[in-house]
């Protein structure tokens, strides 16, 4: 029989991995960003793992107030940990829930959590509702807010032969003159993994429009 769902349980075994020797070279990684923990990815995941396996989730209705709690901590252990916490409730999350997905990416954002929300997590809900998941791609397409852009673009990213060409086309030429690195940089991937799937639309959009070197470089990363 599993344990009760407590969050300060996990905290407290987060807190006996923590390895002062690790932290510095890690936060100089992740460009001094957040603080960190030192704790490695694989020491961080078994932790996990073994939580996960010894305990009970939180229910829908507590489900978003617990990933708040542990995503506002400094330590960047921790936003991990929240999302890896809505991850494995990814079935249950639908398009009302993107505007707390959004909260997500907008706070504390830099590539290594967005990145880890934007394919998988919103990738998996807009999956379930094509037409208003969409929308609000769009929406977030349009958005001042540059991981709110990059979300977007990548939100596809594995989709495979379930991609919206159009979409992709759509959104990729809204930024396709950005001078921002993770813009760019997200482009160049999102074509790149297509182009596993379709290398003749990959090669042909990169022929038809103008991108910059270092989108057009990623995208023909892989095709002879």
């Known amino acids: 029989m599993k344990k009760p769902w407590n969050r300060h349980t996990y905290i ?17 990684y992740m460009k001094h960003q ?33 990933v708040w709690e542990i995503y506002k901590f400094p330590e960047r252990e921790y936003q991990y940990v929240a999302i890896a ?3 494995k409730e990814i079935k249950e999350l639908t398009i009302e829930d993107l505007s707390f997905i959004e909260k997500l990416i907008t706070e504390k954002s830099w590539w290594d959590s967005v990145d880890s929300i934007a394919p998988t997590i919103v990738g998996s809900i807009i999956r379930k509702d094509r ?9 977030w397409s349009d958005s001042e807010n540059m991981w709110l852009n990059r979300s977007a673009i990548l939100h596809q990213l594995k989709y495979k032969n ?9 959104i990729i030429l809204n930024h396709a003159k950005s001078n921002e690195f993770f813009i760019q940089k997200a482009i160049g991937w999102v074509l790149r993994e297509y182009a596993k799937t379709n ?18 470089r990623e995208a023909l990363k892989h095709i002879k």
């Open 131 to 139: 037409i208003e998941g969409e929308k609000v791609m769009r929406t």
């Open 199 to 216: 290398p003749a639309f990959v090669q042909q959009f990169v022929k038809k429009y103008e991108l910059k070197p270092l989108s057009k």
């Open 162 to 170: 379930e991609t919206n060409e159009n979409l992709l086309e759509e």
């Open 12 to 28: 407290h075994l987060f807190e006996r991995l923590r390895n002062e020797e690790m932290a510095p070279p890690m936060e100089a």
């Open 85 to 87: 916490l809505l991850s």
């Open 34 to 66: 957040f603080p960190f923990l030192g704790i490695k990815s694989p020491a961080r995941n078994e932790a996990l793992k073994l939580f996960f396996a010894e305990h009970d989730m939180p229910g829908k209705d507590q489900l978003f107030d617990e």
